[in-house]
């Protein structure tokens, strides 16, 4: 008897205090054809590990390893992507971190190894809110599981074109939900995602039609449809376009390491620097005495953290454990570049549980890519100054409520239209301006690498521990996340 085709390949279990287990059932069909719904007993008896590599593994029953910390990252950058409203409103990108975040620790709980709805989620919601978390965890899960297959980046599909699309692509309705590229495939990858109670057949069948695009997209691209059901537990369904064989993981050696795809792919640069801008802005709006820097360990060069570059968990990261031992509390940025470490600057979001921060290269990026946003508006501004004005009040005076309540869904209606059409110059014009972006963002990577925060923010931040203050912490080479062990309500019970 040969041995499953995940064995000896598979991702140990995952021990840390917020770790817990997902079921996900992963099939295949051609044409795309959702798989019926698990039953509770298949759900129950799910246990093959998910293989390591930066592909989509076999069709099986997985229990896949995860924590909140992931969640956490994924619910922050899912779909993530700029707009006219970077530039004058970054403050507000706190609130966004807000009302991605909160919704997850409303509505779920962990038991054991299980993420289950909470009481108030089962019990004390009403029907409506319901249906906006099932959209809302839809989202998050599949942003996870599509970073377990290696995607990069996603993009919300109705404020973006993906690559190779038809110009029709912005006034389709019913599009899918998210759309990004595989860095290890340069592949399209078009992603539904589907969240409720209990998930069954016809929402999903639904959401394969959505991926049905046709001819809006005529280049090659990869169809998934990601399921995310609560009842009892929460558990996945993954339904992918392609035969028996298609999509099977790689030689994870052979993989570019996200390093050397950083260096080499100004388009992936890009992707990262967008998919952080709310981090970014969150750090920028911060006042500066608010702002740390949190010492973390390099990976080490060949290791399979360093090609696959997932969330390390920092309570046991040997490289951070160790470059802090030789780091002085009272140290500067400097101290932890001299230990070769990275130094994250990081803040906490006012009202949250989390600290979010980046490294000076990935901020030195994001950085250039709001002053580029910048040059978008400011041309949009220039050249189409109506799609900018306040716009006039429509209302007219009328003794009939009627009338008024006609007229002010007329008004209603033009600022929607006129919004759109905001939406879709800005689009135009960022396009247009892709390569400047493209330079742009490349230049503010290469300066903040080379430079120090000084440089960056006119700051040297002081060193943070969090760990020593009840953070759970994990980060990449260029992104870093921690949250209060203690808000995680870790040992909840299901009442």
């Known amino acids: 008897m040969q041995p499953p085709a995940w064995a000896g390949t598979a991702d140990t279990p995952i021990s840390a205090p917020d ?109 409506s809110t319901r249906t906006a978390f099932g959209y809302h965890v839809g989202m998050t899960m599949a942003e996870w599981a599509c970073r377990k297959m290696g995607l990069g980046p996603t993009t919300h599909a109705e404020s973006a ?9 912005a006034k389709t309705p019913s599009l899918p939900d998210l759309f990004g590229t595989h860095p290890a495939t340069s592949e399209l ?37 990601c399921g995310t059901s609560l009842e009892r537990r929460l558990f996945m369904m993954i339904d992918v376009e392609g035969g028996p064989t298609a999509g099977n993981l790689g030689d994870p050696s052979a993989d570019s390491t996200p390093e050397e795809m950083l260096e080499q792919d100004d388009e992936a640069l890009l992707e ?27 990976p080490e060069e060949g290791s399979a953290a360093a090609r696959r570059d997932p969330i390390r968990l920092l309570e046991s990261d040997r490289a951070t454990t160790e470059l802090r031992r030789h780091v002085a509390p009272d140290a500067g940025d400097e101290a ?24 000076r290269r990935l901020y030195g990026a994001c950085q250039a890519l709001s002053y580029a946003e910048r040059r978008v508006i400011a041309r949009v501004r220039e050249e189409q100054p109506r799609y900018v004005e306040e716009l006039p009040r429509e209302v007219q005076r009328s003794d009939s409520a009627v009338a008024r309540r006609h007229d002010r869904q007329k008004s209603d209606r033009a600022r929607e239209e006129r919004i ?10 960022r396009e247009q301006q892709r390569d400047d ?56 019970e299901v009442e």
């Open 189 to 225: 990858w078009i992603v539904e995602a589907k969240g409720s109670r209990r998930l069954g057949l016809r929402p999903r069948v639904k959401g394969a039609k959505q991926l049905d695009v046709g001819a809006l997209v005529p280049v090659p691209h990869q169809r998934v449809l």
């Open 336 to 359: 932890i570049r001299q230990q070769n470490g990275l130094d994250m600057l990081a803040g906490r979001v006012p009202g949250t549980d989390l600290m979010l921060g980046m490294s």
């Open 272 to 298: 990262l620097a967008r998919s952080r801008m709310l981090t970014y802005l969150a750090l920028k709006s911060l006042p500066q005495g608010k702002l740390r820097v949190a010492a973390v360990g390099r």
């Open 19 to 127: 770790a817990f287990d997902i079921p996900v059932f992963l099939r295949r069909s051609s044409p795309l054809t959702p798989a019926p719904r698990p039953s509770p007993s298949q759900v129950a008896s799910a246990y093959q590990p998910w293989p390591k590599g930066a592909g989509i593994p076999a069709d099986g029953a997985y229990l896949v390893g995860a924590t909140w910390r992931a969640l956490l990252d994924a619910t922050t950058t899912v779909g993530r992507d700029i707009g006219p409203w970077i530039t004058a409103t970054p403050r507000l990108a706190r609130r966004e971190i807000m009302a991605r975040r909160y919704p997850l620790s409303a509505y779920l709980v962990r038991t054991g190894r299980e993420v289950v709805p909470s009481v108030v989620y089962s019990h004390g919601t009403e029907s």
């Open 161 to 169: 074109i993906p690559p190779g699309a038809a110009p029709g692509w």
């Open 437 to 492: 972006q493209l330079r742009s963002v490349r230049d503010g990577f290469t300066m903040g690498d080379s430079g120090s925060w000084m440089h960056l923010i006119d700051l040297a931040p002081r060193l943070t521990f969090p760990r020593e203050e009840g953070f759970l912490e994990a980060a990449t080479s260029d992104t870093y996340l921690a949250v209060e062990e203690e808000a995680l309500d870790l040992n909840a």
């Open 420 to 429: 759109t059409e905001v939406q879709e110059y800005a689009r135009r014009v």
